[in-house]
């Protein structure tokens, strides 16, 4: 009915007097951020993953020494072997890993088709030691080395340390690649306040003159765009949400040693990361278009 | 009385070009009414814009509501800005906003309660003759429609200072003495009137006090019966 009072949903503070939602930055804005957020949320999921195998590893690997021996090593060398670790102060236990079980530990690293009983590997004897007690490391290997020559004595299997030192790199890689992600979404929300700015100077210019100030016209770009990084961010964070429930089965069936393994979609912290995530993207966009608006602005007469 | 506007010495000059305003001054008392005529270039808009703080002054000092404007700060230009109503010659209605929206803008920038919003918008449009028009945008209306919705913007906050400029200036005769007799009224609230005409002789029909501007130097033309 013409005339008749016409109510607003919208509360008083969300109402745009400026047509931002009409501008071109409010159909690509949230797309972009979408897919700005869903690499920063896999790129989360893989921190959550690394973090988890890394802690994993080192409390498999507390208390633990592995000694590697020649395969055609004889068994009065390796009883003797054993007796000498089992005589040192500071150790628990030692014994000699059936073949079996080496090749289970190498299973996940070289495939189910590869004929691991086949291959000239080393036999090993798993040692454990009490954490609490001082081990003169150098003056056993010499010992076990006098005992069995060519056998080494290793803190942690080699490929555990390996694969630690190239895991925490990954994860200096992958905190970059996050820090890149929002410094990109900061440049884009710059930009874009700016470039509405221009185009909206004139009704700008206006509200200034009806006695507008600085901060209210700031909070029409601010809620604007809060409004596109939440959107962007929910829609990134949904597409991360099913990327990591269709990453689930797979990473069971090469059984990869991370938890994204273990628990996938229904770890808490992914969902965490996520919600995380989305309001990160946009509380990185209301602030950043803010303080874009306010310097700005600061600039006009 | 009361000064509300009161320039002294005011220059204005943009890049190397020469003065568009030379030594103006002027004073514009609480409650009066006052013409500012001058042919079209002659400077008036650019007198008004210095007046409404849309344009800072090459020289001289703008002296708002016994504030000086040039020593006052950006929160201050604000303040004095909310005191006055301004009716631009082309309107600068928001096209995506509705009348109704267009009149409430300078409430809602002054933070007023959506309630007095939702009582007085309408009232004002109905006082404007523009009851039926709440909900249209600016662009389905004729051009002396919006310029009624212009009119209501400008003084919907109840200004200390009304600014209206060139508003006779696509009208015919009888529509423009009705816009001057609707100022009047408003004048006669308390609300101080300057009206800026490049028409000379439709301005000395009133008895109200007016400026003339010339190639960028004012002077007082008639002292007029009401100021």
């Known amino acids: ?301 | 009385m009361t000064g509300v506007v009161r320039l002294q010495n005011i220059g204005k000059r943009y890049g190397p070009d020469a003065d568009i305003l030379h030594d103006v001054s002027m004073e514009l008392d609480a409650g009066g009414f006052y013409f500012l005529s001058g042919l079209s270039g002659a400077g008036k808009t650019t007198l008004l814009k210095i007046i409404y703080l849309a344009e800072t002054p090459s020289r001289g000092i703008v002296t708002l509501f016994d504030t000086d404007a040039s020593l006052a700060d950006r929160e201050t230009h604000t303040a004095l800005r909310r005191r006055i109503g301004i009716v631009f010659q082309d309107f600068r209605l928001v096209d995506h906003l509705s009348v109704r929206d267009n009149v409430a803008l300078p409430l809602r920038i002054a933070r007023a309660p959506e309630r007095e919003i939702r009582e007085n918008v309408p009232e004002l449009l109905s006082w404007m003759g523009l009851e039926g028009k709440l909900d249209l945008r600016p662009a389905t209306l004729s051009g002396g429609e919006q310029q009624r919705v212009a009119i209501a913007r400008a003084i919907v906050r109840r200004p200390d200072l009304l600014i209206a400029d060139e508003p006779t200036a696509n009208v015919d005769g009888d529509i423009a003495m009705l816009l001057v007799r609707v100022f009047e009224r408003i004048n006669k609230l308390g609300t101080t009137v300057l009206i800026a005409t490049h028409d000379v002789a439709f301005a000395r029909q009133f008895a109200h006090r007016r400026y003339h501007l010339d190639q960028g130097a004012l002077t007082l033309a008639s002292e007029g019966a009401t100021a």
């Open chain 1, 1 to 301: 009915m013409i005339g008749a009072p016409r109510l607003s949903l919208l509360p008083h503070q969300l109402r745009l007097d400026l047509p931002l939602r009409q501008d071109e930055s409010a159909r690509f804005l949230p797309w972009i951020i979408a897919l700005m957020v869903y690499f920063a949320a896999m790129g989360g999921v893989g921190l959550i993953s690394l973090g988890e195998a890394l802690s994993r590893w080192d409390a498999s690997l507390a208390g633990t020494l592995t000694l590697q021996i020649p395969p055609d090593t004889s068994q009065p060398r390796i009883d003797m072997a054993l007796g000498a670790l089992r005589q040192t102060k500071g150790v628990v236990s030692a014994r000699l890993l059936p073949p079996e079980e080496t090749a289970n530990l190498l299973q996940p690293w070289l495939g189910n088709n590869v004929a691991i009983a086949d291959l000239p590997l080393p036999q090993l004897i798993d040692v454990r030691v009490d954490p609490r007690m001082t081990i003169a490391y150098t003056m056993l290997r010499s010992q076990l080395a006098s005992v069995i020559p060519g056998s080494r004595l290793d803190n942690s299997p080699s490929w555990v340390g390996g694969a630690r030192d190239f895991a925490l790199r990954i994860e200096d890689v992958i905190t970059a690649g996050v820090a890149a992600i929002a410094a990109l979404i900061i440049t884009i929300i710059i930009f874009t306040a700016r470039i509405g700015l221009a185009i909206h100077r004139s009704v700008i210019e206006l509200l200034h003159l009806l006695g507008a100030q600085d901060a209210y016209i700031a909070r029409q770009f601010q809620i604007h765009a809060l409004s596109l990084g939440l959107r962007g961010g929910f829609i990134g964070a949904i597409v991360a949400a099913l990327t990591v429930a269709f990453l689930e089965p797979a990473a069971h069936m090469l059984a990869l040693p991370v938890p994204i393994a273990a628990y996938g979609i229904f770890d808490w912290r992914v969902w965490l990361l996520l919600i995380a995530a989305c309001l990160m993207a946009g509380g990185i966009a209301m602030v950043t278009a803010r303080i874009t608006v306010l310097r700005q602005l600061a600039r006009m007469p």
